[in-house]
């Protein structure tokens, strides 16, 4: 972790061969996919490589520290899953041959469709600047409240106030606008 932390890349490709069939077997009970649990080795040492300066060698080892970020995206990652209904898809496969309805894409989950080109302008600019920042390094850049607190050099109770706050005037809106699409269904069924 120390030659990682220096820059020696050589030194991931060491982590890597050491440690990914732990990370693999962690990742495989957890998730129950083995095309997700591949995948979630690769993102896992990739983010290592990237926060490999928040290690810290007086709070443990290396392997533990590892195999405690394995468990935690994992865990992450199948709730993630979960709540895209993968788990009960695979249900499906071995259930009824037909299914009601039409499988959506990615673009049916993009802001744009969720809020309208206008409404997701809106709703950004009634965020306040701090707002806006820890949502971005929040979900885009993938730091912790803590390490945004650092970044921004804020107290993390006020990085903390910032993110909630922002995420309750983000469903406020997701709730407004879900009442006017199904006012605007209802008024044209009549």
């Not at 409404?119 to 390490?147: C, I, M, W």
């Amino acid at each position: 972790m120390q030659c990682l932390q220096v820059g020696k890349q050589e030194a991931l490709s060491s982590l890597f061969n050491r440690y990914s069939r732990i990370v693999r077997n962690i990742s495989a009970r957890i998730l129950r996919n083995s095309a997700e649990a591949e995948d979630l080795v690769q993102d896992l040492f990739l983010f290592i490589q990237r926060k490999c300066a928040v290690f810290d060698s007086s709070k443990g080892s290396a392997r533990s520290w590892i195999i405690q970020m394995a468990y935690h995206r994992a865990f992450e990652r199948r709730r993630y899953l979960a709540t895209r209904q993968l788990y009960s898809q695979e249900g499906l496969q071995n259930g009824p041959t037909e299914v009601v309805g039409s499988p959506t894409t990615e673009a049916d989950y993009s802001p744009e469709t969720i809020f309208g080109r206008n409404g997701l302008n809106k709703v950004v600019e009634a965020l306040s600047p701090d707002q806006r920042e820890t949502l971005r390094l929040h979900f885009f850049e993938g730091y912790t409240l803590l390490e945004i607190s650092e970044i921004l050099g804020q107290p993390h109770g006020n990085v903390r106030h910032h993110y909630y706050r922002a995420i309750d005037k983000l469903r406020k809106h997701i709730f407004k606008s879900k009442v006017r699409v199904a006012e605007e269904v209802e008024s044209h069924g009549k």
